[in-house]
């Protein structure tokens, strides 16, 4: 079992930055595909940034690249989403979601994964 523990987010204006934190317990983040997945009131979940399991292989939104990061730290088992230039459209409640499948570069379908963060809110003002 996995569990996941995501901290970070917060209130912050357009074009400011937050760091997002996934912390995993239960496997070690080698085993595992990590993804990042945010959820706007009356929106779909959607993808937002994947990594495959040895952080080579990285996904982006085209809504968010050249503007977010997926990175980890093995060392403390936590994976970490750097999101710059933050957009009024950005606002959403943040999850980070774990499979321990490693069958492909990542995964970017919510069905995809098995294990999910409680969530954080991520507001941004204009």
């Known amino acids: 079992q996995v569990q996941l523990v995501e901290s970070g987010g917060g209130l912050v204006q357009a074009g400011g930055s937050l760091r997002l934190s996934c912390a995993a317990s239960?496997?070690?983040?080698?085993?595992?595909?990590v993804g990042w997945f945010r959820q706007a009131p009356g929106k779909e979940r959607e993808c937002v940034a994947a990594s495959g399991w040895n952080g080579v292989s990285t996904y982006y939104a085209d809504s968010v690249k050249g503007r977010f990061t997926i990175s980890r730290d093995g060392a403390k088992n936590t994976v970490y989403l750097q999101m710059n230039s933050l957009k009024p459209e950005d606002t959403a409640v943040y999850y980070c979601a774990a499979v321990s499948r490693l069958l492909r570069a990542y995964y970017t379908k919510t069905y995809e994964y098995d294990y999910w963060g409680q969530g954080t809110q991520v507001t941004v003002s204009s």
């Open positions: 239960g496997r070690t983040l080698s085993l595992l595909t």
